[in-house]
């Protein structure tokens, strides 16, 4: 569980980083509260919008997972949505069209660590 602890605080961390980006294009040229502005600054919310959006899925079915299913499956699935979502916004901010990888790489850590949940959940239950 210490393992998929340490990945919990890192997918923070990946948030943080992302909130800064968005931060930093949004510069002295885009008052707050606006929500648009420049290219860059649209394509760094929208990073940090869609990490958001994910993350209600991955904390929550990474920590069943960990404790219903095993906790190393639970880490790697999270070290993977990770890497993800660093390809995600590395692509998104350069060429929003070439997003799909990074994107699709954490989906589908999503969908397994829902996968292994729902495996260990029942399992418990039978």
């Given at each position: 569980m210490l393992t998929v602890a340490l990945v919990t605080l890192i997918i923070l961390l990946q948030y943080n980083y992302f909130t800064i980006q968005v931060g930093r294009?949004?510069?002295?040229?885009?008052?707050?509260?606006?929500?648009?502005g420049s290219e860059l600054f649209d394509r760094r919310l929208r990073v940090q919008l869609n990490t958001l959006e994910q993350l209600i899925v991955t904390l929550p079915a990474m920590w069943i997972c960990a404790y219903f299913y095993r906790a190393d499956a639970a880490?790697?699935?999270g070290t993977?949505?990770?890497?993800?979502?660093f390809l995600y916004s590395s692509t998104y901010v350069k060429d929003p069209s070439k997003r799909a990888p990074g994107f699709v790489i954490g989906f589908l850590a999503n969908v397994l660590l829902i996968l292994a949940s729902l495996w260990g959940v029942i399992s418990k239950l039978m």
């Open positions: 294009a949004r510069g002295s040229e885009i008052k707050a509260p606006a929500t648009s880490a790697i699935l993977i949505f990770i890497v993800g979502r």
